[in-house]
């Protein structure tokens, strides 16, 4: 699909550019753009460098675990029709509280396997049980304690206050996350632990 | 707002102090975390080249602002300002695209203006929906993702939506 959009979108550049007389910018866009993609790869990469380390202390000092653990309660009022012990249910606690310390590195190895462990442990052939869409919409979600990468950027930006945007991104992520768990329950109908029989 | 300034310099003591009440290596352990994020940073670089050829192209061609202002009454409908609308299009596709995008408004506009603050909570607090779909089902043998991309996109068009009306409600403009 990349292949795609970068080809519409250069074809359709190009075109356009030849309609409003715009061919000096354009070739000034293409020279820059690589120089672009470095210093922008510079500011975020920066952010992601402190970040990374200190979301690195929260994980190895135990941190995320035991909120994982205090999520697990919640969490299964969400995911239902989960054994007691479910070593499924351990992985999504895992990843959510991943995401939410921003620890992308070990937040998609913990997903996918909850999701192989949701495979397994429902039995589900080749159709997404309603735990699984529930697993992949809180991660599609972004739940995020702290943007960071954006963050950067408006500071590299000048921003007077590149946190301020903190409040509104929590309740926009928090409120699309049950806009989505909604609609899975809508689509998949409330009862019947795994939606299909 | 200097309320919410002071949320991450207090997570972060907070973090470095529980760290060492816990007898973590602080030192050892902070700079393994920076190196595994500045590799990822720097594998990222080659498709975010990539992305900015491509937004760069479109933007300065005036076509990105022609999609734009085709799609407003649309985005009026929505409370979203009409130059996020590139944005909101590319972010559930690429990740690498949308931060190009967010770099082109936030040098455009300034960071503090509504469209800049729009972009910038739309950023964080949304996905690349597709690619994640992607990934999660792509672990497993399962073939029919039924409601989940459905799901997720209704999430993603929520969130698109709120973004502009919470900077308007929280931030005043």
């Given at each position: 699909?990349?292949?795609?959009?970068?080809?519409?979108?250069?074809?359709?550049?190009?075109?356009?550019?030849?309609?409003?007389?715009?061919?000096?910018?354009?070739?000034?866009?293409?020279?820059?753009?690589?120089?672009?993609?470095?210093?922008?790869?510079?500011?975020?990469?920066?952010?992601?460098?402190?970040?990374?380390g200190?979301?690195?202390?929260?994980?190895?000092?135990?941190?995320?675990?035991?909120?994982?653990?205090?999520?697990?309660?919640?969490?299964?009022?969400?995911?239902?029709?989960?054994?007691?012990?479910?070593?499924?249910?351990?992985?999504?606690?895992?990843?959510?509280?991943?995401?939410?310390?921003?620890?992308?590195?070990?937040?998609?190895?913990?997903?996918?396997?909850?999701?192989?462990?949701?495979?397994?442990?429902?039995?589900?052939?080749?159709?997404?049980?309603?735990?699984?869409?529930?697993?992949?919409?809180?991660?599609?979600?972004?739940?995020?304690?702290?943007?960071?990468?954006?963050?950067?950027?408006?500071?590299?930006?000048?921003?007077?206050?590149?946190?301020?945007?903190?409040?509104?991104?929590?309740?926009?992520?928090?409120?699309?996350?049950?806009?989505?768990?909604?609609?899975?329950?809508?689509?998949?109908?409330?009862?019947?632990?795994?939606?299909?029989? | 707002?200097?309320?919410?300034?002071?949320?991450?310099?207090?997570?972060?003591?907070?973090?470095?102090?529980?760290?060492?009440?816990?007898?973590?290596?602080?030192f050892k352990t902070f700079v393994k975390?920076a190196r595994?994020?500045?590799?990822?940073?720097?594998?990222?670089?080659?498709?975010?080249?990539?992305?900015?050829?491509?937004?760069?192209?479109?933007?300065?061609?005036?076509?990105?602002?022609?999609?734009?202002?085709?799609?407003?009454?649309?985005?009026?409908?929505?409370?979203?300002?009409?130059?996020?609308?590139?944005?909101?299009?590319?972010?559930?596709?690429?990740?690498?695209?949308?931060?190009?995008?967010?770099?082109?408004?936030?040098?455009?506009?300034?960071?503090?203006?509504?469209?800049?603050?729009?972009?910038?909570?739309?950023?964080?607090?949304?996905?690349?929906?597709?690619?994640?779909?992607?990934?999660?089902?792509?672990?497993?043998?399962?073939?029919?993702?039924?409601?989940?991309?459905?799901?997720?996109?209704?999430?993603?068009?929520?969130?698109?939506?709120?973004?502009?009306?919470?900077?308007?409600?929280?931030?005043?403009?």
């Amino acid at each position: 699909m990349i292949n795609y959009i970068l080809i519409g979108i250069i074809l359709v550049s190009f075109v356009y550019s030849m309609f409003t007389g715009g061919a000096d910018a354009l070739s000034g866009a293409i020279m820059t753009s690589g120089q672009q993609a470095v210093s922008l790869i510079l500011t975020i990469g920066g952010a992601m460098a402190t970040w990374g380390g200190i979301m690195k202390l929260a994980e190895a000092s135990g941190l995320t675990r035991k909120l994982a653990r205090l999520l697990s309660p919640l969490l299964r009022l969400i995911f239902k029709g989960l054994k007691k012990d479910s070593l499924a249910l351990d992985a999504i606690a895992m990843n959510i509280t991943a995401n939410l310390f921003g620890l992308g590195n070990a937040a998609t190895p913990l997903g996918i396997e909850a999701i192989k462990r949701l495979e397994e442990e429902e039995g589900e052939k080749d159709t997404a049980s309603r735990n699984m869409a529930l697993l992949v919409v809180f991660n599609t979600c972004s739940i995020e304690l702290i943007p960071a990468t954006v963050a950067s950027m408006r500071a590299a930006y000048q921003s007077g206050s590149p946190m301020e945007i903190l409040p509104c991104v929590i309740i926009v992520s928090v409120l699309s996350l049950m806009v989505s768990v909604t609609a899975v329950y809508l689509f998949n109908g409330y009862k019947g632990g795994r939606g299909r029989k | 707002m200097s309320g919410f300034e002071l949320v991450v310099p207090s997570l972060v003591v907070g973090i470095v102090l529980y760290a060492a009440a816990k007898r973590v290596d602080i030192f050892k352990t902070f700079v393994k975390g920076a190196r595994e994020n500045l590799i990822v940073a720097w594998e990222i670089l080659p498709s975010l080249t990539a992305l900015c050829l491509a937004v760069g192209m479109l933007r300065s061609s005036g076509a990105a602002e022609l999609i734009s202002n085709l799609l407003e009454p649309l985005t009026r409908l929505i409370g979203l300002p009409a130059e996020c609308v590139p944005l909101a299009l590319m972010r559930p596709v690429s990740g690498s695209g949308a931060l190009s995008m967010l770099e082109e408004l936030l040098s455009s506009h300034g960071p503090d203006s509504f469209v800049g603050r729009a972009a910038s909570v739309l950023m964080g607090s949304t996905e690349t929906t597709f690619y994640t779909v992607a990934v999660y089902f792509g672990a497993t043998k399962i073939k029919r993702t039924r409601q989940t991309l459905p799901s997720a996109l209704i999430g993603d068009l929520t969130a698109f939506i709120l973004s502009a009306l919470t900077v308007r409600l929280i931030l005043g403009s």
